[in-house]
T-cell receptor
């Protein structure tokens, strides 16, 4: 079956511009996560959705970052007034739920964002 | 304080030999899960193995096993009979039950190079 997909795979933008990154989770997965991975580092949590609502956005670095999941499936991560420090790979993951301590997250291929 | 510590930035192993990748963790939760992911140069995160904090036996998945020492808070990954395709970045991650979100906390990773 189809895995988690993310578009675009690469995005190059100029400082100050607005960008949108899209994540299409595995069908039926209610939990959706965004992570950011800087070069040579492990992924860092940004935001978690359970269904349509953002249940935990504690990882968003500042108010330039926002994410939505209006119908409980596809999610969009939005970054306003991009800065060079936003350059990273943005990973999306989905899982069936959060009910037990074991809950495998399936990751998408990521979007590599480069801010010039 | 770091929640997940991977002290080996890079490791080398000869093909067909076994290798251990270290991971220590820090949590006050009694219930938590520990994960290992592989990230090849292509960038996707591949789930390898899971260990629950209440699991009495060490997890095994094919050539992967997890050496879980709860009192020492360590969860080392053992790869037996290394193959060239095992060359990749490896991440240890933890999920704490108290977070109620399932978000993963990752270490900084270890780069494994398998020599022919």
């Amino acid at each position: 079956g189809a895995g988690v997909s993310q578009t675009p795979s690469n995005k190059v933008t100029e400082k100050g511009k607005y960008v949108e990154l899209r994540c299409d989770p595995i069908s039926g997965h209610t939990a959706l996560y965004w992570y950011r991975q800087s070069l040579g580092q492990g992924p860092e949590f940004l935001i978690y959705f359970q269904g349509t609502g953002a249940a935990d956005d504690s990882g968003l670095p500042n108010d330039r970052f926002f994410a939505v999941r209006p119908e409980g499936s596809v999610s969009t991560l939005k970054i306003q007034r991009t800065e060079r420090g936003d350059s990273a790979v943005y990973l999306c993951a989905s899982s069936l739920g959060v009910g037990s301590s074991y809950n495998e997250q399936f990751f998408g291929p990521g979007t590599r964002l480069t801010v010039l | 304080a770091q929640k997940i510590t991977q002290t080996q930035p890079g490791m080398f192993v000869q093909e067909k030999e076994a290798v251990t990748l270290d991971c220590t963790y820090d949590t006050s939760d009694q219930s938590y899960g520990l994960f290992w992911y592989k990230q090849p140069s292509s960038g996707e995160m591949i789930f390898l193995i899971y260990q629950g904090s209440y699991d009495e036996q060490n997890a095994t998945e094919g050539r992967y096993s997890l050496n879980f020492q709860k009192a020492r808070k360590s969860a080392n990954l053992v790869i037996s009979a290394s193959q060239l395709g095992d060359s990749a970045m490896y991440f240890c991650a933890m999920r704490e039950a108290s977070s109620n979100t399932g978000k993963l906390i990752f270490g900084q990773g270890t780069t494994l190079q398998v020599k022919p």
